[in-house]
C-alpha cells in the first residue's frame, strides 16, 4: 500500500509517496512524470515516513545538507536502479556529467560503452527526485539539461546547495527526456 502527502517547499508544491519500506515517490506538481508508478489506491495519510521525509526537506531547503537519510523504495528496470543508485553517490553540491555515469556503468559491467543518452532517460524518469538527487547530473558540454521538473527547479536547487556553477548554461532548447 502506498500513502501520499503533499509539502510546500519555498520552489512549488511537491507530493511525496511511501510505502511500508521506502520513499517510492517525490514529485514536484506538475513536473513531466508526474506520479508515475503511484498506485491508483494510494491513502492520503500521515506516516512516519512521510514526516521524515519533510523534515529532511525542511532541512534541505534551508541550505544545509541532512545530516539523516531517509529510505527510497525504487520501482524500475535494472539499469534505471543502477543509475539511481550512482545519482545517490553524487555528494551534495557536486555534479557529475550522464557520460561519466556512463561510463562508470560500462566500467562496472565490463562493457565496451553506454550509452549517454540511455543514462538520460533513466535519470529523468528518477522517481524520487531531490532525495535520489538527478539534479546533479550535467551535459558535458556544461549544459544543464534534462530536468523533469524544470530546468529552472534544476538551477535553483544547485545554488541552494552552492554548486559551483562556472561554466554552466542553460539550453536554449529543453531536452528533458
Not at 520552489?11 to 508526474?34: P, S
Request: proline share 5%.
Amino acid at each position: 500500500m502506498q500513502y501520499v502527502s503533499h509539502y510546500k517547499s519555498p520552489m512549488g508544491d511537491i507530493l511525496l509517496a511511501a510505502d511500508e519500506i521506502g520513499l517510492t515517490g517525490l514529485w514536484f506538481e506538475g513536473q513531466k512524470y508526474f506520479a508515475l508508478h503511484l498506485d491508483e489506491e494510494a491513502e492520503e495519510q500521515e506516516t512516519v515516513l512521510l514526516e521524515q521525509t519533510k523534515r529532511w526537506l525542511t532541512v534541505y531547503f534551508s541550505g544545509r545538507e541532512p545530516d539523516f537519510t531517509v529510505p527510497v523504495h525504487l520501482r524500475g528496470t535494472a539499469f534505471q536502479k543502477t543509475v539511481w543508485k550512482i545519482l545517490c553517490s553524487i555528494p551534495y553540491g557536486q555534479t557529475m556529467t550522464y557520460g561519466a555515469i556512463a561510463k562508470e556503468i560500462a566500467a562496472r559491467e565490463n562493457l565496451l560503452q553506454m550509452s549517454a543518452q540511455a543514462v538520460g532517460g533513466a535519470v529523468g524518469h528518477n522517481p524520487v527526485s531531490i532525495v535520489v538527487p538527478c539534479h546533479r547530473v550535467v551535459g558535458a558540454n556544461g549544459s544543464l539539461t534534462g530536468y523533469a521538473g524544470g530546468i529552472e527547479k534544476k538551477v535553483q536547487l544547485l545554488t541552494l546547495e552552492k554548486a559551483d556553477m562556472t561554466g554552466f548554461f542553460v539550453p536554449k532548447k529543453s531536452t528533458a527526456p
